[in-house]
């Protein structure tokens, strides 16, 4: 699709839930619903926004459509990187075999059943975040080692993997180093996702890049299939799993402006929230420029 069709067709209210769908719910995410089709997965996107690992009540009308819709452009796009969870032919998947109406269309996908990692894999290229917070108390990132005298949103000398736990929905998820990670899915496994998150990493900030924009970190999820294949899952390289920015207004020393949800971390760290349920009500002015930045991040990258 364009992006022109993508933005026109966004819903003006927010779809935090997804009914009347006749097929098994099987569980629920921060932002997906998952439902079961007997040999495969219905992934619907919702607008939900999480902050800090907490469900917000205000979500972004349309956000699920921009995600699903970033999401197949870079499934595509990085194909011969690694093979990714979607089954072929997903328009035709949606509209006709499972008769789904056009909203729900542009928010989701039909995939294989995987087994998920027990990791999330984060790759970062610049300091910023979590990572500007561990390096400011010990001058590493996840057990990384960084060289002294970095700057906020500087530029590493190379990227970095730092994976973290996938912590229950409602609890945060916590870095883990190598010898964690790979205690936890296995040396060789770990290795390779480790190897194939900088591979991602390095394509997408390559193409962001032609874009305009800079990919500063994003994080990963990876699935198997009973012979232990590995699979890029969920979604990939949308500005709810990582952080752009605009490159012609990229300076460190700062929190450079961005193109996700940072602009609603920031907010809610002005108004001194505590980071714990239930989150705060969000203004009608950050909901409408945050749904811009998703937009302009989805112009910028398809356009």
Not at 210 to 222: C, V
Request: with cysteine; hydrophobic share 40%.
């Amino acid at each position: 699709m364009t992006y022109a069709e993508i933005a026109a067709a966004l819903p003006d209210s927010a779809v935090t839930s997804i009914t009347g769908l006749p097929y098994p719910h099987l569980a629920s995410g921060k932002v997906r619903e998952i439902f079961d089709l007997g040999d495969a997965l219905l992934l619907v996107a919702t607008d939900r926004l999480s902050a800090f690992d907490v469900i917000l009540p205000d979500g972004i009308p349309g956000k699920g459509a921009i995600l699903t819709q970033m999401s197949l452009w870079w499934f595509a796009q990085t194909s011969g990187v690694i093979q990714n969870h979607l089954l072929p032919d997903q328009a035709g998947l949606l509209a006709n075999k499972y008769k789904l109406s056009r909203d729900l269309q542009l928010r989701s996908m039909v995939v294989r059943k995987l087994k998920p990692l027990t990791i999330e894999c984060v790759a970062r290229g610049y300091l910023i975040g979590s990572g500007w917070s561990s390096y400011q108390k010990s001058g590493a990132v996840c057990g990384i080692t960084l060289p002294a005298g970095l700057r906020q949103a500087d530029r590493l000398p190379t990227p970095i993997f730092t994976p973290t736990t996938k912590a229950p929905k409602g609890h945060h998820d916590e870095p883990i180093n190598d010898a964690q990670g790979a205690a936890a899915i296995g040396a060789a496994l770990y290795e390779k996702v480790k190897v194939t998150s900088l591979a991602l990493y390095s394509f997408g900030h390559e193409r962001a890049k032609k874009a305009g924009m800079i990919l500063a970190d994003t994080k990963f999820e990876f699935g198997t299939d009973a012979a232990g294949n590995l699979f890029l899952i969920d979604e990939v390289l949308t500005p709810d799993s990582s952080r752009y920015w605009p490159a012609d207004s990229y300076a460190p020393n700062q929190s450079p402006p961005s193109y996700d949800k940072q602009f609603v971390r920031d907010h809610l760290l002005a108004i001194k929230w505590n980071q714990t349920p239930p989150g705060p009500r969000l203004p009608a002015d950050v909901i409408t420029r945050t749904q811009e930045k998703y937009l302009a991040a989805l112009r910028n990258l398809i356009t």
